[in-house]
């Protein structure tokens, strides 16, 4: 261990808050799928900052966009324009836009972002935006519905809408207006939104595959029965495609591999291979429901990381990452399979995790980390993989390499 880590560990331990046990690790550069500690020791990246670093560290066109822009304007405030933002939700709109039909009969098929600096903050606008719309469109209604052990947010409204009673009851009394229902149970949302509490319901709120709870995909029948009924009922449909979106499992949005088409869409974490960004998506004329003055955010679309973003988009066309990500993730879920103590492979395009047949996910994940890879429990049974999406099959069989003996070890 190098002393930079000592000294990290030291400062942190006194001036800042203790809301995260980190790894005794301290990480001091990046290339591809590669990061780098202080010690100058190699490590294959398979979390990519929490699927973040979607084309790997420190790619060229990012970087330089980056540069680019710092030495000419870092932040001016909302009230004027600046560079790279209009493209940036243009090209997102490109991504998003569908000829689905839809019972809300939007006339105008682009889809219009409002841009946070997280993923927290992307929600915190849908459940704002939805909130508002229900007083608009349906007579008052504003209550939202959410799957168990979903994950949203750490704001407060983002924190109850999450589907996890532990991670709120220290922070009671509740925001309100939150209903749960069991991921994959079409029945128990059927009732909910045509029982007595349905008229009060304004929308469903859903991760395509739940990323934070240990990687668990909405069934086809699930997700294509809430875009049925919220459009039966007049409600939205908000699909968070924080962790999901940007080609990790394959295509733009995870929501495209499920057939359906919602009503709005939040994006954040692979969206700017860094750079802390995030956007809420509405579809037509919900894009116009929230008027000036009331949504802001201080930081949100500043040219300096709107132009990461925008490189970012392009660079997944220039790399032909969703091709690249339908490819390598059928093999890293194939390879995974074939291991021994393994027992359930779960999700879809680089967005994985599997179960152990021990409650030792912890102690493999550590190990890994001294041999070399970088990997992420869980829960005690489970580790998730979110490789930057130019992982190869090559990254793929190194890291089997290495986790195989530790897991024969560890079992
Ligand atoms: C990570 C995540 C969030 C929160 O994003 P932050 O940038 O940490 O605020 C919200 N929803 C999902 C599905 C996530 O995976």
Known sequence: MGQGLERQQQLEERYLMHTYG??????????????????????????????????????????????????KLLHVSNYFYVEHRGQLAAALSGLLESNEPDALGYTDESWRTFFGNSGAEANECAIKLARHWGHTHRHDATGIVTAQRSF????????????????????????????????????????????????????VMLECIQGEAGVWPCSDEFLQAARRLTLEHGMLLIIDEVQTGMYRTGKPFAFQTYGIVPDVVTVAKGMGDGAPIGGCCARGELGLELQPGEHGSTFGGSPLVCAAAEATLAGFAAEDIGANVREVGPYLRERLESLAHVVDVRGR???????????????????????????????????????????????????????????????
Request: net charge negative.
């Open 22 to 71: 980190r790894k005794p690790v301290q990480f001091v550069s990046g290339q591809g799928m590669k990061l780098v500690d202080d010690d100058g020791k190699e490590y294959l990246d398979f979390l990519s900052g929490i699927g973040v670093l979607s084309l790997g560290h420190n790619y060229p066109a990012v970087r330089k966009a980056v540069v680019e822009q710092a030495e």
């Open 152 to 203: 949203h947010g750490r704001t407060l409204a983002t924190l109850f809408a999450t589907g996890q009673e532990w991670k709120q009851d220290p922070f009671l009394p509740p925001v309100s207006g939150f209903y749960h229902v069991p991921l994959n149970d079409a029945d128990a949302l059927e009732q909910l939104l045509c029982g007595p509490e349905g008229d009060g319901i304004v929308a």
């Open 349 to 411: 395009g680089l967005m994985v995790g599997f179960d152990l047949d021990g409650p030792y996910a912890t102690r493999v994940v550590d190990r890994g980390l001294e041999d070399g890879v970088v990997l992420n429990a869980t829960g005690e049974h489970t580790i998730r993989l979110l490789p930057p999406l130019i992982c190869s099959k090559a990254d793929v069989d190194v890291l089997i390499d290495t986790i195989a003996p530790i897991i024969e070890e560890e079992a």
